[in-house]
């Protein structure tokens, strides 16, 4: 039995790797996309596009555009010349955050007045607004410190100095590509095992193997070894890339992150056997692939985190594979993460792949009878 | 036309995936921070920092946990369970109110770049708010300074899902533009029917209309169903027009239908189409049209790969409509780009499909 469970592991490697458009698909686009979306998914706003509408004549307000024009996040500080040029400026969205400075603002701050400065901001891109005014907020205080102690004037509020752990730059890159690698190694299994095995259905050789003396189970492992196979080493292709060429960190442990990578390859085969063993064409595999590999990216905490979905949602993503799978990957390559907690994270996509890889046996068979 | 309401995958992918879709992410898809789960480390409670410690509790952003050791928390922060760490030192009351840097430490994980970022803004914003209570009641006069008063226009409560969803449902044209059309013409070529058409005297604007245009249809009855869906359901404004709306929708619904046919018409096989079709069409309509991720951030190279996405131009015209307006400033310059794409996409399809039939 296990000669022919071999063979057959053997026979699929080598049909994957013979077929010239299957390699590609295999090489080139995880490679391609690891290296345009590493550097492509960045919440980081930089860059940033603004204009100034200066009523003051006074220096102080001078000295606070001058701020903003010198910070290494402002690419431009356009100077409007009336009230009436800043709806424009917001709505064709050219700039981002338009400053209003009052006319009386030197005055008042000479007088030891409090003044105030308006940031109006475009909200159709909510998330960079809402960073852009953390930088504002950051000049002004800065702004305000200086001038206190060059008046020796009493301190304004004090300033909270915050530091970053396992990513002191917050660095969006360091943590993009850890989710990547999971992204990747789940569209790759979802593909080697959901289609080939539709395609096969449809081209009739599947029911050939059925017909064949191989028990369902030992089918079932034939197509589910290989995928794993092929998985490892694609994920260590993108590990690699990840560690040398984009040069992302790795603190952790190498064991854990292949320990992780192997329960969770396994889940991901799990449900495109499953999903796979429900179809009948290629077409609902594709389908089915699609509808089960979007949400599980968007519902991973990879792109936006669990804790922010409304309660309800939340227990959905626990039969995610690549929630626990992203949770390790960062945790192994930016916190080096204890086995303790890995394994917190290992158990449940462990029942995952029993679930579906037993119930993708269970309707193999009964599809045979 | 038939064809499409009797095939059951049509119906799927033209109605209940993208339902399904926006559900999802509208639901899910989520950048308002909300229950934080934070540590507070109390080193000494003195009234002060106990009083410090007690604004984390009252703020929805927040759920913080009080410790007196921080080493009680640090493996948290490793394993993920909490997404930052203020230590307020012994030290707290005596120099709390005065300036300079804080006495206050803040500690986020780097892991979640977004997300640290944002949560030590809102410490920051937190800790002035608590300052300025603290000196409201010790009567103390407000440290002269400069006040910066935001003003977020178009969304002033920053709900996220109001320009998410402007986004996701450019997601999900792309989806099921390039999908739909990829797969069908595919297996129409897998099974030979293309043959068979092309040996009917059927010339072959005709045939790519004949094709076309029932998916068209679909498609923007997709268009209207997701559109309704983000109003009716998700309560995102609308303060354009339709008429404009559909214009935008028609042209961005060609590139993609063209775009479908053209990765089927060179594949010739379900299996690569759909690979292609998620690849060069659905992964870049998330990634690099402006949608979660701010273009101008990019680096060069991959900001010059965007001008040739659709969804590039689509997904701020539709954030536009929903949040603006019927603002021609954004509106014209990016139709025109559509329809330019969505022309040479249709005559490159054309094209193509001629020379696979002779």
Same mark, same amino acid.
């Given at each position: ?242 560690? =040398? ?78 929630? =626990? ?38 309707? =193999? ?5 | ?8 995958? /049509? ?6 995936? &993208? ?25 000494? &409670? ?34 993920? /369970? ?18 300079? &840097? ?37 009567? /103390? ?70 094709? $076309? ?40 619904? $060609? ?8 990765? /089927? ?52 015209? $539709? ?40």
């Amino acid at each position: 039995m296990a000669r022919r469970i071999l063979f057959l592991i053997v026979k699929e490697l080598l049909a994957v790797w013979r077929d010239p458009r299957s390699r590609m698909i295999l090489i080139v686009p995880p490679v391609v996309q690891l290296i345009v979306f590493a550097f492509a998914m960045t919440q980081e706003v930089t860059s940033v596009r603004m204009a100034v509408l200066n009523q003051d004549l006074g220096t102080e307000s001078r000295d606070l555009v001058a701020r903003f024009a010198g910070s290494p996040y402002v690419a431009s500080v356009r100077a409007l010349r009336g009230t009436q040029e800043i709806r424009p400026a917001l709505d064709s969205a050219d700039d981002i955050m338009v400053l209003v400075i009052p006319q009386d603002f030197s005055r008042d701050l000479a007088a030891g007045r409090p003044a105030t400065v308006q940031a109006l901001l475009d909200g159709r891109r909510s998330n960079a607004a809402q960073i852009v005014e953390g930088y504002a907020e950051r000049i002004v205080a800065q702004f305000n410190a200086d001038r206190a102690a060059e008046h020796d004037l009493p301190h304004p509020a004090s300033v909270l100095v915050g530091r970053a752990w396992f990513n002191p730059n917050l660095t969006a890159r360091w943590a993009t590509v850890p989710g990547l690698l999971g992204t990747l190694t789940m569209l790759l299994g979802m593909v080697v095992t959901a289609l080939s095995v539709a395609r096969e259905r449809e081209l009739g050789t599947f029911e050939q193997l059925l017909v064949s003396p191989l028990a369902p189970v030992e089918i079932l492992i034939g197509k589910a070894v290989p995928a794993f196979l092929i998985g490892i080493g694609e994920a260590s292709l993108i590990l690699a890339i990840a560690v =040398f060429v984009l040069e992302v960190p790795f603190v952790g442990a190498l064991g854990l992150l292949y320990a992780g990578m192997a329960v969770y390859l396994a889940a991901v085969i799990g449900v495109g056997l499953f999903i796979s063993s429900l179809v009948a064409t290629q077409q609902q595999a594709i389908l089915g692939a699609f509808t089960f590999f979007a949400p599980a990216i968007l519902l991973s905490g990879f792109i936006t985190p669990v804790e922010n979905m409304p309660d309800w949602l939340q227990p959905i993503t626990l039969v995610d594979p690549m929630r =626990f799978f992203t949770v390790i990957a960062r945790g192994v390559f930016l916190k080096a993460m204890p086995a303790s907690e890995v394994a917190q994270n290992l158990w449940p996509m462990a029942v995952i792949a029993v679930v579906t890889l037993s119930a993708a046996a269970w309707l =193999f068979g009964r599809r045979l009878r | 036309m038939l064809q499409v309401v009797r095939d059951p995958s /049509s119906i799927l992918i033209g109605g209940i995936l &993208p339902l399904l879709l926006l559900f999802l992410f509208g639901f899910g898809v989520s950048l308002d921070l909300r229950n934080v789960a934070m540590c507070v480390v109390v080193e000494v &409670p003195t009234p002060e920092a106990s009083s410090f410690a007690a604004s984390f509790g009252h703020s929805r952003f927040f759920a913080a946990r009080e410790v007196r050791d921080r080493r009680r928390c640090e493996q948290d922060l490793v394993a993920g /369970s909490i997404k930052g760490i203020v230590v307020v030192p012994a030290t707290f009351a005596a120099d709390s109110v005065r300036g300079g &840097p804080a006495p206050l430490q803040v500690l986020v994980d780097g892991s979640e770049p977004n997300t640290a970022g944002l949560v030590q803004d809102y410490v920051q914003n937190l800790w002035r708010n608590w300052l300025a209570q603290q000196q409201a009641a010790n009567a /103390s006069a407000p440290a002269p300074g400069v006040t910066l008063v935001p003003r977020i226009w178009f969304n002033p409560a920053h709900v996220s899902t109001d320009f998410l969803l402007p986004g996701l449902v450019a997601v999900n044209m792309t989806l099921i533009g390039t999908l739909l059309t990829a797969l069908v013409v595919a297996r129409e070529w897998e099974r030979g029917t293309m043959e068979a058409l092309m040996s009917t005297p059927i010339g072959i604007v005709e045939l790519m209309i004949g094709k $076309l245009a029932p998916y068209f249809v679909l498609g923007m009855m997709a268009m209207a169903l997701s559109v309704g869906t983000a109003i009716v359901v998700f309560g995102v404004p609308f303060r354009g027009s339709f008429a404009v709306l559909a214009a935008v929708s028609a042209a961005f619904l $060609l590139c993609m239908l063209a775009f479908g046919l053209l990765i /089927s018409t060179i594949a010739r096989n379900q299996f690569v189409a759909s690979q292609a079709a998620l690849i060069v069409g659905f992964l870049p309509a998330v990634m690099l049209s402006g949608f979660l991720f701010e273009i101008a951030s990019m680096p060069l190279p991959i900001r010059l790969l965007t001008y040739i996405m659709p969804a590039r131009y689509f997904v701020p015209s $539709l954030q536009t409509l929903f949040l603006a307006g019927d603002v021609a400033a954004v509106l014209v310059p990016n139709g025109l780009a559509l329809a330019a794409i969505a022309t040479i996409l249709l005559a490159a399809a054309a094209r193509v499909t001629r020379l696979r039939l002779d």
